[in-house]
């Protein structure tokens, strides 16, 4: 199946210059199929629980949570948990934003997920969050990673993801 004939590309969203690729076609239509093929990138053996971020990373995170079984941890932007959280701020393509987790007692494994790897900064933002909240960053996955943009990788983790531009 060609996941990329589900993307829609809305140029100049949400600012102008920007080609913001809309996932939500591939959602409506192949989300099993989609979720099935991220999870084949993973060890599962490897992760306890996975964080996704607000708002896609929600949706994916979830997703292959339930499928494989897995706790899921929201990474939310400032204001939208209830406290104690840990925090972070960051610059991003179009700005800067804040996302918080809540602090978690024991060492987990976690997989950090997100729709979109444009240029890095909510990434390594979530990898900051999960580290201070104690967990072990144990994978990364989006499913779009616009790699004309990045070469990212963190402590020689890269990032998976199955469709690249």
């Known amino acids: 199946m060609n996941f990329e004939d ?18 939500s076609p591939l959602l409506a239509n192949n989300f099993s199929e989609m ?47 209830p406290p104690p959280v840990i925090s972070h701020s960051y610059d991003l393509e179009y700005g800067s934003d804040t996302l918080e987790i809540k602090p978690n007692a024991s060492s987990k494994r976690v997989l950090i997920v997100d729709d979109v790897l444009a240029t890095g900064g909510t990434m390594k933002a979530a990898i900051t969050l999960c580290e201070k909240a104690n967990y072990k960053v144990s994978g990364l996955m989006v499913l779009i990673n616009l790699k004309f943009l990045n070469t990212f990788e963190q402590d020689g983790i890269k990032v998976k993801s199955i469709l690249n531009y």
């Open 6 to 23: 589900f993307i829609v590309n809305v140029p100049d969203f949400p600012k102008k210059g920007i080609i913001f690729k809309d996932i």
């Open 35 to 81: 979720i099935a093929e991220m999870g084949k990138l993973v060890d599962w053996t490897e992760i306890d629980v996975i964080a996704g971020i607000e708002s896609r990373g929600f949706i994916l995170g979830s997703g292959l949570a339930a499928r494989y079984s897995k706790g899921f941890i929201p990474v939310r932007k400032k204001g939208k948990l």
